[in-house]
């Protein structure tokens, strides 16, 4: 245990440099926050082709370069190009939150960090996408170690940063940071009625 009684982080290979594959802002502040707090300093790599339209992924980005900026973390920007995102996801367009569009989807962003890790030293690789409720567990694990197993060098820390308290944290940093809070996932696909009516205004 450290000194706040929550179980120390056993990050592989004891690193103290990890390539932090992050969604969004809400999801990464309370995750960031304990790796600085425990001496691991993560990379941030933005990679997140999937959301749509385009000015929603620059909103969440933006909100992710300016949280990253004030902890004086490097950010890297990965290409965003949605249209081979869309070839990548090509006949599970209809399939439910948490089936087999969400798995490739993983797969997909996971393996762009998987390949920057191996080509620029980062040992560990591990994502914010496993901070949300509203994600599979299973799904995220298994993406991400199909991701590392194709490059030389990387590990796939499947650490569950749902626990120890990182919950009720996230929730506390979003209004601290005044985060902008997205209401859908990020694909066309995922985007309820409601606020797909909102968007074609």
Same mark, same amino acid.
């Not at 190009?81 to 990548?88: G, I, K, R, T, V």
């Given at each position: 245990?450290?000194?706040?009684?929550?179980?120390?982080?056993?990050?592989?290979?004891?690193?103290?440099?990890?390539?932090?594959?992050t969604c969004c802002?809400?999801?990464?502040?309370?995750? $960031?926050?304990?790796?600085?707090?425990e001496g691991v300093?993560?990379?941030?790599?933005y990679c997140n082709p999937n959301i749509f339209p385009y000015q929603e992924y620059l909103r969440r980005k933006d909100e992710c370069t300016r949280y990253?900026?004030?902890?004086g973390l490097? $950010?890297?920007d990965a290409d965003y190009d949605h249209s081979l995102w869309?070839?990548?996801?090509?006949?599970?367009?209809?399939?439910?939150?948490?089936?087999?569009?969400?798995?490739?989807?993983?797969?997909?962003?996971?393996l762009k960090a998987a390949a920057y890790a191996a080509q620029?030293?980062?040992?560990?690789?591990?994502?914010?996408?496993?901070?949300?409720?509203?994600?599979?567990?299973?799904?995220?694990n298994l993406a991400g170690e199909w991701a590392c197993s194709q490059v030389e060098g990387v590990i796939w820390w499947g650490q569950n940063w749902r626990k120890g308290g990182l919950q009720e944290r996230r929730s506390q940093i979003i209004k601290e940071q005044?985060?902008?809070n997205q209401l859908y996932c990020g694909c066309e696909f995922s985007i309820p009625e409601e606020i797909r009516c909102e968007l074609d205004k």
């Amino acid at each position: 245990m450290g000194k706040s009684g929550k179980e120390t982080l056993q990050v592989p290979f004891g690193e103290k440099e990890i390539l932090l594959h992050t969604c969004c802002a809400p999801c990464s502040g309370a995750i $960031i926050e304990r790796l600085m707090k425990e001496g691991v300093r993560p990379v941030i790599y933005y990679c997140n082709p999937n959301i749509f339209p385009y000015q929603e992924y620059l909103r969440r980005k933006d909100e992710c370069t300016r949280y990253a900026s004030s902890l004086g973390l490097k $950010i890297v920007d990965a290409d965003y190009d949605h249209s081979l995102w869309l070839d990548s996801v090509k006949g599970l367009e209809a399939e439910p939150e948490r089936g087999g569009r969400c798995l490739k989807c993983f797969e997909y962003r996971l393996l762009k960090a998987a390949a920057y890790a191996a080509q620029n030293g980062y040992r560990v690789l591990t994502t914010t996408l496993a901070s949300s409720r509203w994600k599979s567990l299973e799904q995220i694990n298994l993406a991400g170690e199909w991701a590392c197993s194709q490059v030389e060098g990387v590990i796939w820390w499947g650490q569950n940063w749902r626990k120890g308290g990182l919950q009720e944290r996230r929730s506390q940093i979003i209004k601290e940071q005044n985060f902008y809070n997205q209401l859908y996932c990020g694909c066309e696909f995922s985007i309820p009625e409601e606020i797909r009516c909102e968007l074609d205004k």
